[in-house]
């Protein structure tokens, strides 16, 4: 018998110094919301322990989760008025843009802010792109998105990253982007992102869930993975620089999948059921959220991805500050 691993096991600092999975604060991303209005911190009722913001009391919220050692950011607006063509994604005025000026203002380079690109949260239908007779039509909805990239990066975003799964999105991007400058400015796509029942508590944070219909013309079916290796190839091709799989424990073969394919950083996203899920447990004392928080990170990163978008971000940094994990 080799009795070498029980060896390793066999002491705590041991344990420790021997993990083949290291976590770092620097890897975590944390997801945000943002509505119109001032003086806003409001509870998210189908994700206990998150807020909205209003581009005011934003700085109030990023303060906190600096201190807990996050320092990278995911956002998402929530306009007052929405209308068919999405016009609040793309206004200078809009949520996000004011919130990521305010933000910069404050905090300059000590934080990373990623803008999340759809039009799903601003049109009142629901749908990520333009309606053309009851279809979402692709190619109509890419100069928008561009729009939208510009009027970010304008604003003060440090990265873009489009969620709404349309053909050709990043070489829009690229192209709108480069073109007024922002050459530098990198896009982080959503390359593999499931039609997926995890996204439920989602659309309720962020009032997106479709009107009429669904999202399968657009995002993945789940019972797919070479579709998701070839997303991801079409879109390293049109030139993004970091992909993302979504959901992220639901999709953990994508991952490892996408690690032995590419060569390129791959962000999981941790959605909001995911998370809600591990809230609702723990709540009910069916098991210990810390742990199952942790655990479910892990094997995030044991997968193969290189960064975290989790609503657990604050939470995590204090465990890898621990050394509970990493
Ligand atoms: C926008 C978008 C969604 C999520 C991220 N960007 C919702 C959706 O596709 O319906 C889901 C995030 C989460 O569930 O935490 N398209």
Known sequence: MDIRTRRLRGSDLLRKMTRETRLSVNSLIYPMFIREGTGIVE????LEGQVRYSPDTIVQGIEIALKAGVRSFLFFGLPEEKDEVGSGAYDENGVVQQALRNIKKQFGSDVYLITDLCLCEYTSHGHCGLIIKDYVDNDSTLPLLAKTALSHAQAGADMVAPSGMMDGTIAALRQGLDSEGFIDIPIMSYAAKYASAFYGPFRDAAGSAPQFGDRKTYQMDYHNSNEAI???MIDIDESADLI?????????DIIAKAREAINLPIAAYSVSGEYAMIKAAGAAD?????????????SI??????????????????????GDIG
Request: hydrophobic fraction near 45%.
């Open 286 to 298: 069916l098991i210990d959220e810390y742990n199952v928080m942790c655990e479910s990170a892990v």
């Open 244 to 252: 993302i799989v979504k959901p992220a424990l639901p999709s953990l």
């Open 43 to 46: 509870d998210i009722p189908s």
């Open 230 to 232: 070839k997303r991801i």
């Open 301 to 322: 990163y044991r997968a193969g991805a290189d960064i975290l978008i989790t609503y657990y971000a604050k939470e995590l940094a204090a465990a890898i500050g621990k």
